[in-house]
């Protein structure tokens, strides 16, 4: 296991070290092919016909494990162009082309060619047996101006993309012709195999979150090239960070670079909840990795990663993919959320509804004060002219608190009940239908939900989902309450405040439809769990550091204003107590943190820094310079820091689940955890505080950013000064008083004696 030392100094040798050992590598390949060329000049004819054979029969054999790889679901052969669906039959005007299943809504005519001679040719898609007038167009190209697609011209082996409109999918459709609509003629034909499995895209995890505030929601492969990351949040503090592939069963340092958003190589900014696409570079493919992680090349550690599946089918590479699919989610941007200029507050201080349409699609983004436990619900009234729940066509959002992803499901009511495969507030697919909703993003923060998704106007599904008007006002429905065991929505009965009593319309192409006041994030939550006292230590000389469950919205945030990852420093086993120390005084650490930097996240060095954020390990150049540490960092001859404040690894676990909500105190919570420790001893660190210490210091994690606290430094003997010398004002407030009133009463006996 490497020592911190060891961990510094081999980062910064490994560049050097790699490129040794490629020169070396490369020099012993030379000699030994050299070697081999001067052996074989001495065999003869049957040993080179042996060789022969031997060479043919590794090279069938690498052929079959080709084949049984990708049955296994590796990558598909090259060229790769999706699903082949077979050749244009011509009839006339010299149709030809090799058509392809991209994906659910895509074709690619491979090599297309046609004399341009038709009148009002188009290419043309229908259900019916065979073509016919009853079809439909897939204009080409695809962006044109004017009300009517452009007639279709000339082509000589080119290479063609169609997109179904209308949100029509391949298995809506029996063939492609070229037609000429004029006369009703068809110039060429391919028929789509009935039950065609086309490639889709994947959807995968979220980030692990280990580092760095690194999230995001459900990753998806859209293509054999592109990854699509919703609602990426990163705090952008990793002084080498990228996106990073490659293979094995955890990121590490033999990966490749994939670049950004925008194409750069840059190391990463922070990101605050925005939805990106990244393409990998060159000829490679999500076939050829295992991961992807955001990694920090310099200090090689991992922030977090999801794992690609051995199982893809995904669309080919092709350029479909310019910006999105049309019918997958809308234009990427570096801005964190879409401008809307329409918004309505549906239930007061708890639901909100912006949208706007693009296309043939309405984007909607619900926002609502929710618990992990409960939906919001948003759609179609049952009736127009009034609210109504059954027989309307809603949709249902939420965070699944178990899958960890924000989910968006198409409803039908049919009567307010709970599902049971036929009647009652059910999912589409549950009765057979489809989910017609696609989730763009979703986020939580500050006590609201936010889940942002599409849908088409118009769907195919004329029983479950109704066609959403736009060129008319229309009834709308929406709710709030609890999810059952299956996180679907639980039928229950309503109150005023959690679905809309009076009957709200919208006009879905309207803009600048905006009412909203406030925001919901402003809206302080009443109802919410109080913060844990502050726990503080005064007088205490030794202290023992550990790592511990931060107390959720009781604890670290509510105490330090700041949002925790999941752990933070216990002292004493408390969790982030204020500590008081004299300037002069000597003080001991005893340090459960972690020392083995091969596993961060269990590796947190204990040090006393002036930055109330902490990460020392982090920083480099100016952004290290702004911090001092005090205690628990050495520097090298190269002035890197080194941090000396490690010991075995020690946390305060929940038994079960984070229960913090349910204390009124800490002491409480603490009953909920168990404290495990791993084999070892703790590490040690000895504090005198030196005279010119500031007042505020702050004990912190020298790898990570904010699991500490506050440091109270004070001068010595002040720290139970005020409360001694408060005691001696008191004493004599008391004694100067007893001394007046018998003063008084002295003066009082000797004037009446005198009188007397």
């Known amino acids: 296991m490497e020592t911190p030392s060891e961990w510094i100094k081999t980062r910064r040798q490994e560049q050097t070290e790699s490129a040794a050992a490629a020169a070396t ?44 790889c990708q049955g296994a679901g590796r990558a598909p052969p090259e060229p790769y162009y999706g699903r082949y669906i077979g050749q244009f039959t011509n009839f006339a005007h010299g149709i030809k082309g ?19 001679t038709g009148p009002d040719a188009f290419f043309w898609v229908g259900k019916t047996a065979r073509p016919s007038p009853e079809g439909y167009i897939i204009p080409y190209p695809e962006e044109y101006t004017g009300s009517d697609p452009p007639v279709l011209q000339a082509h000589n082996n080119t290479d063609i993309i169609l997109r179904l409109p209308m949100g029509k999918r391949i298995k809506d459709i029996r063939w492609l012709s070229v037609w000429c609509r004029r006369f009703t003629v068809d110039f060429g034909e391919v028929f ?17 979150r280990l580092a760095h505030g690194l999230r995001s929601s459900n990753i998806s492969v859209l293509d054999a090239k592109t990854f699509y990351i919703p609602n990426l949040h990163y705090d952008g503090a990793g002084p080498d960070a990228y996106f990073w592939v490659g293979n094995g069963s955890e990121p590490n340092i033999m990966g490749i670079k994939v670049p950004n958003e925008v194409g750069s190589l840059d190391p990463l900014r922070g990101y605050q909840g925005e939805d990106i696409e990244i393409q990998l570079p060159g000829s490679l493919t999500v076939y050829d990795i295992d991961w992807l992680a955001v990694w920090c090349v310099e200090y090689r550690h991992n922030f977090g990663h999801v794992f690609i599946p051995k199982d893809l089918d995904v669309p080919p590479a092709l350029g479909q993919t310019k910006i999105t699919p049309s019918w997958w989610y809308s234009p990427t941007t570096t801005t964190p959320r879409p401008v809307y200029s ?11 509804v912006k949208w706007e349409l693009q296309g043939e699609y309405v984007q909607i983004e619900l926002f609502g004060r929710i618990s992990e436990d409960q939906y919001m619900a948003f759609g179609l009234s049952g009736a127009n002219g009034r609210p109504q729940m059954a027989q309307s066509d ?20 049919s009567d307010l009940s709970q599902c049971d495969g036929q009647r009652g507030v059910c999912p589409d697919e549950r009765l057979g239908a489809r989910n017609n909703v696609i989730v763009v993003s979703g986020d939580r923060k500050g006590g609201v939900t936010s889940i942002r998704y599409k849908r088409l106007l118009q769907t195919n599904e004329a029983i479950y989902d109704m066609p959403i008007p736009i060129d008319r006002e229309v009834s709308i429905i929406a709710a709030v309450g609890p999810l059952n065991a299956r996180k679907e929505a639980n039928a229950h009965s309503h109150t005023a405040s959690d679905h809309n009593p009076d009957d709200i319309r919208i006009n879905f192409s309207k803009r600048n439809d905006h009412s909203c006041k406030n925001s919901l994030y402003d809206i302080k939550d009443e109802s919410g769990p109080k913060p844990w006292p502050t726990l503080k230590i005064k007088g205490e000389q030794r202290f023992r550091a550990s790592i511990g469950a931060t107390g959720g919205k009781r604890g670290y945030t509510a105490i330090t204003g700041i949002p925790s990852w999941g752990i933070a420093w216990y002292i004493n086993d408390l969790l982030i107590p204020e500590i008081t120390v004299e300037r002069g005084l000597t003080y001991e650490f005893l340090i459960e943190g972690g020392n083995d930097p091969a596993q961060p996240a269990r590796y947190h060095p204990f040090y006393i820094t002036d930055s109330p954020e902490g990460g020392l390990g982090q920083k480099t150049g100016l952004e290290a310079r702004k911090q001092k540490a005090y205690a628990g960092v050495e520097y090298d001859e190269d002035g890197n820091a080194i941090p000396t404040g490690v010991g075995r690894y020690c946390e305060w676990e929940h038994r079960t689940v984070d229960r913090s909500a349910e204390f009124d105190n800490f002491e409480q919570f603490k009953s909920t955890l168990v404290f495990k420790c791993e084999d070892g001893e703790p590490g040690y660190l000895n504090w005198t505080v030196p005279m010119d210490a500031p007042n505020t210091l702050y004990y912190q994690c020298f790898t990570h950013n904010n699991l500490g606290w506050r ?42 004696s005198l009188l007397a």
């Open 342 to 352: 329409n918004c309505r507050e549906i239930l007061p201080n708890k639901l909100q």
């Open 98 to 116: 090799s058509i392809y299943a991209v994906d659910e809504s895509t074709l690619f005519v491979k090599s297309f060619a046609y004399d341009g």
């Open 394 to 413: 809603v949709v249902v959002a939420f965070y699944d608190s178990n899958a960890r992803v924000f989910r968006a499901e198409d409803y039908f009511i």
């Open 711 to 752: 440091i109270n430094v004070v001068d010595a003997g002040a720290s139970t000064a005020p409360t001694t010398l408060q005691l001696g004002q008191n004493q004599l407030f008391f004694y100067t008083l007893l001394t007046v009133f018998s003063l008084v009463v002295t003066s009082s006996r000797l004037t009446n």
């Open 192 to 208: 789509i195999p009935p039950g065609l499995d086309v490639p889709k895209p994947r959807v995968l995890p979220e980030f692990r």
């Open 25 to 68: 590598i490369a020099t012993m390949s030379r000699s030994r092919i050299t070697t081999y060329a001067t052996a074989t000049q001495g065999l003869n004819s049957l040993w080179s016909q042996l060789y022969a054979f031997v060479v043919v029969v590794v090279a069938l054999s690498l052929l079959l494990n080709c084949q049984v």
